[in-house]
């Protein structure tokens, strides 16, 4: 009897073929990171498909980028919304969005150092009535921090110990800025070692209370200097000196893990993180070039990247919002361009803006009035909304685990796609019909195929182990 059915399972076994596991996403909502029927590898397709080719291969024979995660940030607003649902609602969410084996996964995080036009007031971590100055900063404190953003990102570390936390600053405190207000202006010359220990004091206060800050800009889009919140310009010179001279060798003096990058800001300008790249005493402490969408467009990440293979892309910052207020257009595009676009041009990690608004867009001081999270949580009754961002990105977050590298997926017109091999050898494949028309397709892999009819305007998210 045991060898009749030890003979039943090994021709099963024999019988059986490989599959590929798919979800997917359609511009008309009908299906919204739906788990469609596994599609099988097969030696019989049909020809005269477009093909696409996914291999382990990539620069050098050996694979493109390692990457970090996907992610949206956790500003004032979004820790507000979050920390203000009743507990049981707000671990739901904070599962949801944060485990990597029940909820889709974000393992990468934005945090503003001080407040951001996403903020309920103007603030910095040592401001000063206006005329006074502190040095010494004395006053250093990141208390504002401790009612909602510190709770929140220090209970997604717990639910998801893989979570990599960036932050950037919109703004130096008031006294260290030539306008002496944190609007406008830059940062005085006798200010870059005062602003270099803010920063590394910032850093050191974190990990005190559980959060390791993987990573710092000095400003938010440097080229920037906004009318009514806090921001900064901070042309590629005086971030060249900054960062050579004072923020990178105080780091480096203690012992700090935390790695600098540069730029913060848009695809259109890349001779500004060019400038500081070739500055010698800057490149030694500059990881990587941080980007964001609102003007130019991704491949001068790649142009970036070839100047200076050594230093890392990431893209940190792109917000969807009602000026745009069509879900499949929008599906498309997020995909398209922030998933498989930023990837394929490099990134090792991706962040939207904010990860949580309100009904209203905020709550905000100044600033874009019409933005949208990924999900929307409503201020009197606690209900969450999940947007086309959040299903961007969880077609990418939910399958492809910190540490995976991007392989090679090839091109075909109509089908924009990018592959990753996950630490545990299974490969995810991201496509996003932009035709005008259904697509059906091949996926060849290891010398097997199988067949896809992707809807117009759909994205899918296959999975298959070898």
């Not at 596994?38 to 080719?53: R, T």
């Not at 990141?142 to 717990?158: G, H, K, S």
């Not at 892309?313 to 207020?325: K, Q, R």
């Not at 399958?399 to 590298?405: D, E, I, L, R, T």
Request: glycine residues 10%.
């Amino acid at each position: 009897m045991r060898a009749f059915l030890a003979l039943g399972l090994v021709l099963a076994s024999a019988c059986s073929k490989p599959s590929a596991e798919v979800w997917v996403t359609t511009g008309d909502q009908k299906k919204l990171l739906s788990r469609e029927p596994d599609v099988v590898f097969s030696a019989g397709i049909e020809a005269g498909l477009p093909v696409i080719e996914v291999a382990d291969t990539g620069a050098g024979g050996g694979g493109f980028q390692t990457m970090v995660g996907f992610g949206a940030a956790i500003t004032d607003a979004a820790a507000i919304l979050i920390n203000g649902l009743p507990a049981e609602r707000r671990e739901l969410l904070l599962r949801e969005l944060f485990d990597p084996d029940s909820g889709i996964g974000l393992s990468f995080t934005r945090l503003t150092i001080g407040a951001s036009d996403f903020s309920p007031h103007h603030y910095t971590f040592d401001d000063m009535p206006s005329g006074q100055r502190d040095p010494t900063l004395a006053r250093f404190s990141i208390e504002p921090d401790r009612a909602n953003r510190l709770p929140v990102v220090q209970r997604a570390l717990a639910i998801n110990p893989a979570l990599k936390v960036m932050a950037s600053p919109w703004s130096a405190p008031a006294w260290m800025k030539t306008t002496g207000k944190l609007i406008k202006g830059s940062l005085r010359p006798d200010a870059y070692e005062a602003f270099a220990e803010y920063l590394a004091r910032y850093v050191d206060a974190y990990a005190a209370e559980g959060v390791p800050i993987f990573a710092l800009t000095i400003q938010n889009e440097p080229h920037f200097e906004p009318a009514d919140y806090p921001g900064m310009r901070v042309e590629p010179p005086a971030r060249a000196r900054f960062i050579g001279g004072y923020l990178g060798p105080r780091l480096a003096r203690a012992g700090s893990k935390t790695l600098i990058f540069d730029w913060d800001h848009n695809w259109d300008e890349p001779q500004s993180p060019l400038a500081v790249l070739r500055d010698s005493a800057a490149r030694r402490y500059v990881a990587g070039v941080a980007w964001h969408c609102y003007g130019g467009d991704v491949p001068a990440q790649t142009m970036v990247h070839d100047s200076f293979p050594s230093v890392d892309a990431y893209f940190t910052e792109c917000s969807g919002g009602e000026w745009a207020p069509k879900f499949g257009d929008n599906l498309v595009w997020n995909v398209q361009k922030l998933i498989v676009g930023t990837t394929r041009n490099w990134a090792r990690g991706v962040l939207l803006w904010n990860l949580a608004l309100d009904e209203s867009h905020g709550p905000h001081l100044g600033g874009c009035g019409n933005c949208r999270g990924v999900v929307t949580i409503d201020s009197k009754s606690g209900d969450v909304t999940r947007n086309v961002e959040y299903y961007a990105l969880a077609h990418a977050s939910r399958f492809v685990k910190p540490g995976a590298q991007r392989i090679e997926s090839s091109r075909v017109e109509g089908l924009e796609s990018v592959a990753f091999r996950n630490p545990d050898r299974s490969t995810v494949l991201i496509v996003v019909n932009t035709a005008g028309e259904e697509r059906r397709f091949r996926v060849r892999s290891h010398g097997r195929a199988l067949e896809y009819a992707l809807p117009a305007g759909a994205v899918a998210t296959l999975r298959w182990s070898d």
